[in-house]
């Protein structure tokens, strides 16, 4: 592990505020469900639901958030002696990958490539293979990290490739991460919550699950018709006993930081209720910001930022990955402020000089600002998915905390 940060090691400008580091506050819920579900449950986390706290809670918080030990991982041994590789995709798919990676002509081996996904949006591209090891080798450190206790937040914005599958590639992920690292945590925590806040829905990781409740995915993202994946749609609960352990929001263009959040914060305000994680991850896929390329949501940083701040008072293991985001300059923008939230520090606004300054024009900030888009989330629309979520997650046994 290379980088480690915490609030000590780091010069940049302290705030007091927990909820206040770089981000801006939100308004009230704007979801009458919403409303009703933060006003019948007390919220532990922080004070955004409850008008007042003691001083003592806020110290007490504030104590936790410079105690939190933050580290950005990255192990290329890791990536050399890992035998967990093979346990998840198909050796025979792995070997073709390997194969791959020095390959001179392109043109060769369509009929294979053809069969393990590596077309369309998954060509075939040089050193491939150690790319994806890399890229796997770091999640499976941040989760040794987290297991270990030398961290309670560990980052890997490489990661977050949660559209690919046991035997090919798909989605732009030639191998997922984010299953086998959820499947390693399961070896030491007993329930463990995945959540994906990508603009397309993981679809390859809530598979993995869906018949189990030792992982609950729980996925927030664009669903329209020929939208990519497909799947996530409100009634896609998981099977057998995994049955309602898949929670899914499906959601329409120019969604914004407000009301993102306030839903957000209504499920998974009920989904900590009901399961009682034991560790979190949670894909933080970019290409929801407004500025992105595929031109859908309308978030900003710190909208998705809010929604990793109110986790983060959970005080349990994090692993945060990357994912999606094809507006490079807003993306790192978007992991920069997630970084600074994890640690607990609040960033300067300006983009300090380097290499690739001029990316950041023509404000050189680190806030970016909605457009004026019209979102079609709509009450109506909205009424008819929380309500349904709610009531799935019902159906399950609330599980006790000291289990």
């Not at 030639?174 to 690292?181: A, E, L, T």
Request: glycine residues 6%.
């Amino acid at each position: 592990m290379e980088v480690t940060a915490s609030r000590e090691t780091l010069k940049v400008d302290d705030c007091s505020d927990p909820n206040s580091r770089g981000i801006k506050r939100s308004a009230n819920l704007s979801i009458d469900v919403c409303q009703k579900q933060c006003k019948e449950e007390k919220d532990e986390t922080g004070p955004t639901c409850t008008k007042r706290q003691s001083s003592t809670s806020v110290n007490s918080q504030q104590n936790k958030l410079r105690l939190r030990k933050v580290a950005y991982v990255w192990n290329e041994e890791m990536g050399e002696v890992c035998d967990l590789l093979p346990r998840v995709p198909q050796r025979e798919y792995v070997d073709f990958l390997e194969f791959l990676n020095d390959e001179d002509d392109s043109e060769k081996e369509q009929e294979r490539k053809e069969e393990f996904g590596m077309n369309h949006d998954c060509p075939s591209v040089p050193r491939i293979f150690d790319v994806a090891k890399s890229v796997t080798a770091a999640s499976l450190r941040g989760v040794q990290a987290l297991v270990s206790n030398e961290c309670q937040v560990a980052i890997n914005w490489t990661g977050g490739w949660h559209h690919g599958r046991r035997d090919e590639a798909a989605g732009f992920c030639y191998m997922n991460d984010v299953v086998i690292s959820l499947l390693q945590l399961t070896q030491t925590y007993k329930r463990v919550l995945y959540i994906d806040l990508d603009l397309h829905h993981g679809d390859a990781v809530q598979d993995a699950f869906a018949h189990t409740p030792k992982v609950m995915t729980v996925s927030f993202h664009k669903h329209s018709p020929g939208f990519y994946p497909g799947s996530g749609n409100v009634d896609d609960v998981g099977h057998g006993r995994g049955r309602y352990y898949s929670v899914n929001l499906p959601l329409q263009d120019g969604m914004t930081d407000v009301l993102f959040f306030s839903l957000f914060k209504g499920v998974l305000m009920k989904v900590q209720k009901i399961y009682q994680p034991s560790v979190v991850v949670i894909q933080c896929g970019a290409d929801t910001l407004v500025g992105d390329h595929m031109n859908c949501f309308n978030l900003t940083p710190s909208g998705i930022a809010n929604c990793v701040n109110y986790i983060l008072h959970w005080n349990i293991p994090m692993l945060l990955l990357g994912g999606g985001g094809y507006n490079t300059p807003n993306t790192a923008r978007c992991w920069t402020l997630l970084t600074a939230v994890a640690v607990g520090v609040r960033l300067n606004s300006e983009i300090p000089d380097h290499e690739f300054f001029l990316d950041y024009g023509p404000d050189y900030q680190l806030e970016i600002s909605p457009s004026n888009r019209q979102n079609l989330n709509t009450k109506q629309y909205l009424s008819k998915i929380v309500p349904t979520i709610f009531n799935n997650l019902d159906q399950l046994k609330p599980v006790s905390k000291e289990k």
